[in-house]
């Protein structure tokens, strides 16, 4: 299947012990690419917990489902929002990269504001198992004062934007994946984009391996603690 359990977890299985490495090399090689090594760490975990939701989907375990949906939540509406502003703010020469914490900011007010929610209000994140994806749907608090369409629009800006405006490469060509796999799941997984969207992130995010395994080994920490 092209979406499952095993889908879900043998990405897992893949990237967090990489990640992981991938965090120990950025250490060792260029500290102000530690943030974006360890995006491969979350997107990971967030597999995980997606794996552990298909797990309890077949033992029809109505409470392991609602528990591991809402951590898989938290990376789709809170880490991701937040992290890749503040990883791009690291990766930025000091000149600039103050902008980028207005990203982070905005960001984590939008994914707390849908996020927070369900865990106030039965029902609001409902958890629908198809054939081969998994569609997270519900409620969210911004459906109240704007269409759906406009909260994902913010969404993915803050996301998108920092990668797009970034004066480094690495992060421009991760941010032109991750545009790809928006017009992906909007031309062909709009049942359940949410989950699609994060597996295609997940996929995406093996080019940041790529490029932490690609750094040259020699450099010491001492030559970039100015930027942290």
Known sequence: M???AEASLT?????????????????????????FAALPVLFGLQQLFEGFVWTAGSLR???WIERFSLAYMFFSWLAWPVWVPLMTYFMEPCKRRYIYLFFAILGGMVGAMQYFP?????GWLVTTFLPHAIAYQGTVLFDFIMQRELTYA?????IIAPLATSSDRNAQIFGLLI???????????????????????????????????????AQPVEAHSARW
């Open 154 to 158: 913010v969404y993915l800006f803050v």
């Open 61 to 63: 375990n109505d409470a």
């Open 2 to 4: 092209c979406f499952s």
């Open 11 to 35: 990405a897992a299985a893949a990237l967090i012990p990489a990640g992981v490495i991938g965090v120990h090399r950025a250490y060792r090689t260029n500290p102000s690419y530690l943030a």
């Open 118 to 122: 369900y865990f106030a209000h039965d």
């Open 179 to 217: 545009s790809v796999v928006v017009v992906v799941v909007f031309l062909f997984f709009r049942y359940a984009y949410i989950s699609v969207f994060c597996f295609g992130g997940a996929l995406a995010s093996v080019y940041i391996l790529h490029v932490i395994f690609a750094q040259p080994p």
